[in-house]
């Protein structure tokens, strides 16, 4: 009957029942909105349409990752999403540096102003995700009508920390000092990043606090905010409702979780650096001066606990987060925009907080 269920809908209808269909939940001091799958909010386990999705990936892909692995990896480029925009445009630029160059996505640029979106990809600090994520951005530059920007960062191991986080800060610089060239308000910028591309949001943040511009909003989907072994000791696979789909949903956080020690070796030089703040910004004491967060988590990702525990964090501070958990999603779920419906409520949603947020400020200003 799930199965059934999964070809039902349309992506339409799908989308809709998402729409209505949030349900508050308060656990100790945390607040979030939990989505259910589209109707099958009563039931448990997988999203059919990522159970579909999961059991046609090969066996041998599903394991924990090695460096022997990395380029296989990088060299497996697949774009699991549909353009669901409407005719945005996608535009090159380029940032001269010293002693290297970064190449700008620049989408829905108009000879209007608007407030910019800065997009950092995930992919692992060591893998080229911005073909796999062009359509994600159409997509938020539309709904939020924004002028979204999105950096090829260098990557891990040939530029460990921080080379590529020092890339994303000289995109907010160089967006900030000619806000006519990307035709955007300089007092309206956001960051948005989806996995570690969430952590580099978080980081940048945390750097511009000794710049002249402000970030005014942090959006992040199913980020990695602890990259130490301090959340994931305290890990536990109970956490996760295995009632149904056991061995998919498994398998898959075994993977991630012992994948962790991959990526750490890749991106650090030394692994004493797990603990520096802007590596994993779960450990970063001082959160008192952050803009408003929006959040996404996935109901069986292995990044899910710590960022619940994040947004315990930010809350207990009094900061302002709006968190969103999807049942039945796994990691990076929105790059799947247009297979997932989860993956277009989830952007619409950011879109709709982005803007409640710079409408607000606007009325503080005034």
Same mark, same amino acid.
Request: a negative charge; glycine letters at 6%.
């Given at each position: =009957?799930?199965g059934?269920?999964?070809?039902?809908?349309?992506?339409?209808?799908?989308?809709a029942?998402l729409?209505?269909?949030?349900?508050?939940?308060?656990?100790?001091n945390?607040t979030?909105?939990?989505?259910?799958?589209?109707?099958?909010e009563?039931e448990?386990?997988?999203?059919?349409?990522?159970?579909?999705?999961?059991?046609?990936?090969?066996?041998?892909?599903?394991?924990? =990752?090695?460096?022997?692995?990395?380029?296989?990896?990088?060299s497996?480029?697949?774009?699991?999403?549909i353009?669901?925009?409407?005719?945005?445009?996608?535009e090159?630029e380029?940032?001269?540096?010293e #002693?290297?160059?970064l190449?700008?996505r620049?989408y829905?640029r108009?000879n209007?102003?608007k407030?910019a979106?800065i997009?950092?990809?995930?992919?692992?600090?060591?893998?080229?995700?911005?073909?796999?994520?062009?359509?994600?951005c159409?997509?938020?530059a539309?709904?939020s009508n924004?002028?979204?920007?999105?950096?090829?960062y260098?990557?891990?191991? $040939?530029y460990?920390?921080?080379?590529?986080?020092d890339d994303?800060?000289?995109?907010?610089?160089?967006?900030y $000092?000619?806000?006519?060239?990307?035709r955007i308000?300089p007092?309206q910028i956001?960051?948005?990043?989806?996995?570690v591309?969430?952590n580099?949001?978080?980081?940048?943040q945390?750097?511009?606090r000794?710049?002249?511009?402000e970030?005014?909003y942090?959006g992040?989907?199913?980020?990695?905010?602890?990259?130490? #072994?301090?959340?994931?000791?305290?890990?536990?696979?109970?956490?996760?409702?295995?009632?149904?789909?056991?061995?998919?949903?498994?398998?898959e956080?075994?993977?991630?979780?012992e994948?962790?020690?991959?990526?750490q070796?890749?991106?650090?030089e030394?692994?004493?650096?797990?603990?520096?703040?802007?590596?994993s910004?779960l450990?970063?004491?001082?959160?008192?001066?952050?803009?408003?967060?929006f959040?996404?988590?996935?109901?069986?990702?292995?990044?899910?606990?710590?960022?619940?525990?994040?947004?315990s964090q930010?809350?207990d501070?009094?900061?302002?987060v709006?968190?969103i $958990?999807?049942?039945?999603?796994?990691?990076a779920f929105?790059?799947?925009?247009?297979h997932?419906p989860?993956?277009?409520d989830?952007?619409? $949603?950011l879109?709709v907080?982005f803007?409640?947020?710079i409408?607000?400020?606007?009325?503080?200003d005034?």
């Amino acid at each position: =009957m799930r199965g059934k269920e999964s070809t039902r809908y349309t992506h339409e209808e799908l989308t809709a029942r998402l729409s209505g269909n949030g349900k508050e939940e308060k656990k100790d001091n945390v607040t979030t909105v939990q989505k259910g799958i589209p109707f099958l909010e009563a039931e448990l386990g997988l999203d059919p349409r990522v159970k579909d999705f999961l059991k046609q990936v090969n066996p041998s892909l599903r394991r924990p =990752m090695e460096t022997k692995d990395l380029e296989e990896i990088r060299s497996q480029k697949k774009i699991e999403n549909i353009d669901m925009s409407h005719n945005i445009k996608a535009e090159i630029e380029y940032l001269y540096l010293e #002693d290297h160059t970064l190449k700008l996505r620049v989408y829905n640029r108009t000879n209007t102003s608007k407030p910019a979106l800065i997009y950092y990809h995930g992919g692992g600090f060591f893998d080229r995700d911005e073909e796999v994520i062009e359509n994600v951005c159409k997509f938020l530059a539309e709904t939020s009508n924004t002028v979204v920007i999105a950096v090829e960062y260098r990557l891990a191991p $040939e530029y460990p920390y921080q080379d590529g986080l020092d890339d994303c800060l000289e995109t907010v610089r160089h967006v900030y $000092e000619f806000p006519e060239r990307f035709r955007i308000n300089p007092t309206q910028i956001g960051l948005v990043g989806d996995s570690v591309g969430g952590n580099l949001a978080l980081g940048v943040q945390h750097l511009s606090r000794k710049e002249e511009w402000e970030i005014n909003y942090i959006g992040l989907f199913c980020p990695l905010v602890d990259l130490s #072994d301090i959340s994931r000791n305290s890990w536990n696979i109970k956490h996760y409702s295995m009632a149904e789909d056991e061995e998919l949903i498994r398998t898959e956080l075994i993977a991630m979780k012992e994948s962790l020690y991959f990526i750490q070796t890749l991106y650090l030089e030394n692994l004493k650096d797990v603990l520096i703040p802007l590596v994993s910004p779960l450990l970063r004491e001082n959160k008192g001066k952050m803009p408003p967060v929006f959040i996404t988590t996935a109901e069986f990702d292995f990044l899910r606990l710590q960022g619940e525990q994040f947004t315990s964090q930010l809350m207990d501070r009094g900061l302002s987060v709006r968190h969103i $958990e999807y049942k039945g999603m796994d990691h990076a779920f929105v790059r799947k925009l247009g297979h997932y419906p989860q993956a277009y409520d989830a952007i619409t $949603e950011l879109s709709v907080h982005f803007n409640e947020i710079i409408a607000s400020q606007k009325t503080e200003d005034e």
